[in-house]
C-alpha cells in the first residue's frame, strides 16, 4: 500500500507559469486550489491582472485530495437550513448548489478539462431506521420549499443502488456529478493561466498589511519570496487557512479527512458494488463516503481521525477505513488496498460555507466536505464582486460565528472530544 493520493498518479499537474513575483497586480489571490484558480481564471478573463499566490504547488491542498462527488445541497440538512435562516435565504442557498454543478459542467465543457465529469448521481444511504424514516420528511421539503426531486429508495430495492445489504434504505438525486478532482484542479489553472493569471507556487504569504500607493488604497503581500502589491486580496485558503490571516483562521475549524483506493475492481465486482456508479454517502455524523473511481477501484473515505492529516494519521486511517469499507461491502474482504491519503477540510463553527470581506479582505471558505462544486462557483462570484458587479450570493452577510467565548486561536484542541461526541451521537440517535 502506498502513502499517495491515487488521483495525483492520473494527472501531469501543471505547475505554475511564473517563478518571479510582480511589483504590482490587480488582485492577489492566495491559494490554488478550485476557489482560487477559479476566481483568477474568471478575473483574468475580465482584463485584470491577477497573481496566485500558492504555499506548495497547483491543487495540493484538498482539491487534489477529495472525493470528486460533486454534490448537490449542503453540509447541513434543509431542516437546519430553514430554522437558522428562514425560508427565502435558504432557497437562494439551495438553488446555489445546484448552480455549482452547472458551474463546474461548463467551466469543464468550455475549457475542455479531461477529468471524467459524469452526472451519475449521488445516493445517501440510512444507517438507521429513524434515519431512513427522515428521508421522507426531507424529500417532502425540498420538493416543496426548493422545487428540487430527490427519490426515496426502500430497503427491499436498495440492491438495484448498492452492493450492500447493510443499510435500511436510501434516497438518490440524480443532479450530482462525479470527477477526478486532480485533472480537474489542473484543468482550472490551465485555464487560468491561458487567460492571463500568473500562478507562482512555493510562494508562501506571511503578512498581508495596508498599503498605499500613489494615492490608491491597496495592499502590500509580503511572501517567503518577497512582497507584491494589489488592489485587492482574495483568501482562498480552506482548511488550510493559517497565520497570515488570524481573524479568519479562528472561524475556521480544520479537520482531517482521509481516503483508500483499491486494486482495480473486475467489471462484475465494479458493478455488483455499485451498479448505477452512484457517489454514495451514508447517513452518520462520523460518515463514510464511497464510489468507484473511473478505472473501476473502490474509493472509500471517512474522518478515521478527527486531526487534519499527518504520516500517523494516515497509516492509522487506512486500517480503520479498511474495515469500514468490509464492514460496507463483505464482498471485498480479500481486495487490496493500494493507496492511502489525508486531506483538511474547513468547517465554520456553524457548519455553514462563508464569503465576504474581513478586514478588508475577500474570502470564501467552510465548505465542511461539500466544496467541489461551491469552492469553483464562490470562487466565480466573489472574482464579479471584485470586479464591482453584486452577484446574489446567499452565503455573503449571514452571521459568521468563531468559537463559544472566544476559545479558540486557530489550533483546534477540542478535536479529540468533538470527535468522541460525534461517535456517540451516532450511537444514540
Ligand atoms: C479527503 C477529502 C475528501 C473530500 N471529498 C469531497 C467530495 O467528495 N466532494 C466535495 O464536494 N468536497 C470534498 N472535499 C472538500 C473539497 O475538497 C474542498 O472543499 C475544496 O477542495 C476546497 O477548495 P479550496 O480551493 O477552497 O481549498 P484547497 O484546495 O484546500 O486549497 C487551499 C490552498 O491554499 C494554500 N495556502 C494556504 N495558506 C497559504 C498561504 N499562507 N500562502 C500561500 N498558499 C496558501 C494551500 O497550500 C492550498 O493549496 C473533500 C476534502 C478532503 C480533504
Redesign the pocket.
Known sequence: MLELNYWLTTVDMPEGNSEALPETADVAV???????LSAARTLAKNGARVVV????SVG????S???????TGLKLGVNNLISMYGRERPQKMYAASLASIDCVEKIVSEEGIQCDFARCGHLEVACKQAHFDDYARQVEVVAREFNHKLRIVPRTELRAEIGSNIYHGGMVDEISAGVN?ARYVAGLATAATGAGACVIER???RNIERDFRQGTEGWKVSTSHGAVWARDVFI???????E?TPSLRKKIIPIG???ITTEILSPDAARDVSPRNRMIYDSKNYIY?YRLTPDNRMLF?GRAAFFPESGNSIRKSAEILRQGMIEVYPQLRDTKVEFVW?????FAFDIMPHAGQMDGLYYA?G?A?????M?TLQGQWMAQRIAGQEPDNPFEGIPFPGAPLGLYNGTPWFLPFAGAYYKFLDWVS
Open positions: 492566495v491559494g490554488a486550489g478550485f476557489t482560487g499566490l500558492e504555499g506548495e495540493w491542498g484538498a482539491s485530495r477529495n472525493g470528486g462527488m460533486v454534490l478532482p510562494t508562501r504569504v482562498a485558503t480552506s482548511g488550510y487557512t493559517g497570515a479527512s482521509y481516503i463516503y473515505g489525508g486531506g483538511t477540510l474547513d471558505l465548505y466536505g461539500h466544496g467541489v462544486a469552492a
